[in-house]
C-alpha cells in the first residue's frame, strides 16, 4: 500500500523551461511534505518542503503547491538547468513525527 | 568532512552470510535513521535512534535485521544470514532532533549485493 505516489518514473525537458514534477498521497494524517533531490551515488538532499497549513511554498526557482482536498502536491522549477538533472523524492510525515515516507522517485533530464 | 558517511560504499556477499553497515552521522545530531531502498523502489524507513535507543523498530523487515548506536554517534547495522531480497542502497540519515521538523542528512548510501 503507497501512501506517497509518484506516478511518473522520469520527465524530459528543456534548459530554461518549467519542470512540474507530481506527487499524490493517500494518507489524510500527513500534514508535513518535502522534497528531496537525490544524484548518483550520493543521499538525498532536502530541497523544499510545506506544512498543510500552507497552499505554496517557494525558493528561488523551486516552489511547491500544496492541494490538501486533491492530496496532491507539486513541485516546479523555473527556469529548468542542466544541473537539475537528478531523481527527485516527495515525502511526507505525519505530525511532529520523525518517519518520513517517500514516493519512488522521478527522474528529471535537463537537457541543454 | 561535516556530512552523514557510511561505509563500506559498496558490499558484494554470498547468501547466507552475516554484513555489517556503518553509518556516522553529523557530529551533534542526536537522531539517526536507517532507510533501504530496493531498486525501482522508494525509501523505505527501517530504524530510528534517538541517542542511543531505538524507540521506533517497526519497519525492520525480519527478525535477521539490528541496529544499535553508541556513543550517541556511530551506528551500525546488522544482517544476519542474508538472503538475495536483502540486496538494496542502505542509507543512514541523521538529524538535530526529531521533533517537529528537523531536515534529515543522509549519507551517500551502502550498496549491497546479495549473490
Known amino acids: 500500500d503507497q501512501q506517497v505516489k509518484q506516478n511518473s518514473p522520469s520527465l524530459s525537458v528543456q534548459e530554461g523551461r518549467i519542470s512540474i514534477l507530481n506527487c499524490d498521497y493517500t494518507?489524510?494524517?500527513?500534514?508535513?511534505f518535502l522534497w528531496y533531490k537525490k544524484y548518483p551515488a550520493e543521499g538525498p538532499t532536502f530541497l523544499i518542503s510545506?506544512?498543510?497549513?500552507?497552499d505554496k511554498n517557494e525558493d528561488g526557482r523551486f516552489t511547491v503547491f500544496l492541494n490538501k482536498s486533491a492530496k496532491h502536491l507539486s513541485l516546479h522549477i523555473v527556469p529548468s538547468q542542466p544541473g537539475d538533472s537528478a531523481v527527485y523524492f516527495c515525502?511526507?510525515?505525519?505530525?511532529?513525527?520523525?518517519?518520513?515516507?517517500f514516493g519512488k522517485g522521478t527522474l528529471l533530464t535537463v537537457n541543454p | 568532512g561535516a556530512g552523514v558517511s557510511q561505509s563500506p560504499s559498496n558490499k558484494v556477499t554470498e547468501k547466507g552470510k552475516d554484513v555489517e553497515l556503518r553509518c556516522d552521522p553529523i557530529?551533534?545530531?542526536?537522531?539517526l535513521y536507517w532507510y533501504r531502498q530496493r531498486l525501482g523502489q522508494g525509501l523505505e524507513f527501517l530504524i530510528y535512534?534517538?541517542?542511543?535507543?531505538?524507540?521506533?523498530k517497526s519497519g525492520l523487515p525480519s527478525d535477521r535485521f539490528s541496529a544499535e548506536r553508541t556513543g550517541e554517534s556511530v551506528s551500525t547495522l546488522t544482517i544476519q544470514r542474508t538472503q538475495q531480497e536483502d540486496s538494496a542502497v542502505y542509507l543512514c540519515?541523521?538529524?538535530?532532533?526529531?521533533?517537529?521538523?528537523?531536515?534529515?542528512?543522509f549519507g551517500p548510501g551502502t550498496r549491497l549485493t546479495v549473490l
Open positions: 540519515a541523521s538529524s538535530l532532533s526529531p521533533r517537529g521538523f528537523n531536515e534529515q542528512f
Open positions: 494518507n489524510s494524517m500527513f500534514d508535513y
Open positions: 510545506i506544512s498543510s497549513i500552507k
Open positions: 515525502a511526507a510525515s505525519a505530525g511532529s513525527n520523525y518517519k518520513l515516507t
Open positions: 557530529s551533534g545530531h542526536t537522531a
Open positions: 535512534f534517538q541517542g542511543n535507543s531505538a524507540p521506533d
